[in-house]
């Protein structure tokens, strides 16, 4: 089994669900249930990674405080190596309360330590005792970003593979840096409004095409419609997603992109990883918040077993 190590985010996710209405300014409503979970695309990454049974590694940083310790025991819970994970005195860690109804979903957050881990807090020595390196939530990564390629350089040389998931700008500004950072690149996974708005491009063919660099496999997750990526001829590779019960779909994402990992970085063939990450991104939502119902083996095998 590869080693993997995720460099990125740490946060509690607060949902209250069921609320009889959002909040408005001097009112007060009622939810029908409240759930502290792990958040942030990184931790459920990683956390699927590790259910699925992978030997997951992570480097991040959260403050000294209870949510902090929260993060920290839940990926030692999961069997994650938290040796890497920094808890800084001066950091308040991150926090997304997450407010539904029976039709609609906001979010507010507190951004707080999801932006402070630096290329400089993973070293060398880290890098060399993984071999695969993934990174989500470039642009919340505040002071990561403008370091990444230097770091997927240096993981590069020491023989490791590279993933990256962008997430989603919250400025929607995008930025014109892509060419050049997915050059250092092995495997790129946007959903499909994130790749429309790094590549400018309405159509998702033509946003894969204007991306492709020759190096990086581009894969794009379409949430009921699966995902897609290209062949050697540029031409669409499509897989259909698995249709479950759903309860919540937060981090489904992130659990897609755990699935995928596992079976691409086992060698299946690219067919085959497509449909894992679909199962995995599926099953991860049959529980409230991004790691309740995550995927072991076992239950995704199954599932790509009966739609076979």
Same mark, same amino acid.
């Given at each position: ?5 995720? +460099? ?8 209250? !669900? ?5 909040? #408005? ?17 990184? $931790?459920?990454?990683? $956390?699927?990674?590790? !259910? %699925? &049974? ?22 030692? *819970? ?12 001066? /950091? ?14 906001? /979010? ?14 993973? &070293? ?5 005792? +993984? ?22 350089? !240096? ?6 593979? =590279? ?23 092995? /495997? ?15 159509? $998702? ?10 190096? =990086?496999?581009?894969?794009?997750? !379409? *949430? ?16 259909? #997603? ?9 981090? +489904? ?5 755990? &699935?995928? /990992? ?7 063939? %690219? ?10 991104? +599926? ?26």
């Amino acid at each position: 089994m590869k080693r993997i190590l995720v +460099a990125g985010e740490l946060n509690v996710d607060l949902v209250f !669900r069921d609320c009889q209405a959002f909040p #408005a300014p001097g009112r007060e409503v009622l939810a029908e249930d409240a759930l502290v979970v792990p958040g942030s695309s990184s $931790m459920i990454c990683a $956390m699927g990674l590790a !259910r %699925l &049974g992978n030997p997951v590694a992570f480097a991040g940083k959260v403050g000294v405080d209870g949510w902090g310790g929260f993060c920290v025991s839940a990926l030692q *819970g999961a069997g994650i190596d938290v040796a890497a994970v920094h808890r800084d005195p001066a /950091l308040r860690t991150g926090i997304t309360a997450s407010f539904s109804t029976s039709s609609d979903r906001a /979010l507010v957050t507190f951004a707080g330590a999801i932006g402070a881990l630096r290329a400089a807090d993973v &070293g060398d020595e880290l890098l060399a005792s +993984a071999d695969h390196l993934h990174v989500s939530s470039y642009y919340l990564q505040s002071a990561l970003r403008p370091e990444l390629k230097s770091l997927f350089v !240096r993981a590069g040389k020491l023989g490791l593979s =590279t993933s990256l998931d962008p997430g989603f700008d919250p400025e929607q500004r995008w930025g014109d840096e892509w060419h050049d950072l997915l050059a250092e690149v092995d /495997l790129f996974l946007p959903n499909d409004v994130e790749l429309a708005g790094i590549s400018g491009c309405e159509s $998702m063919l033509d946003a894969m095409r204007a991306l492709d660099n020759g190096r =990086t496999r581009i894969v794009v997750k !379409r *949430g009921r419609n699966g995902c897609a990526t290209l062949d050697g001829a540029s031409k669409l590779i499509e897989a259909p #997603a698995f249709a479950v019960d759903a309860v919540d779909s937060t981090g +489904a994402g992130d659990s897609f992109d755990a &699935g995928f /990992l596992h079976a691409w970085l086992r060698g299946l063939s %690219l067919t085959e990883a497509l449909r894992w990450g679909n199962a995995c991104g +599926a099953l991860s939502t049959r529980g409230v918040g991004g790691t309740a119902r995550q995927a072991d083996e076992a239950e995704a095998k199954a599932l790509l077993g009966s739609a076979a």
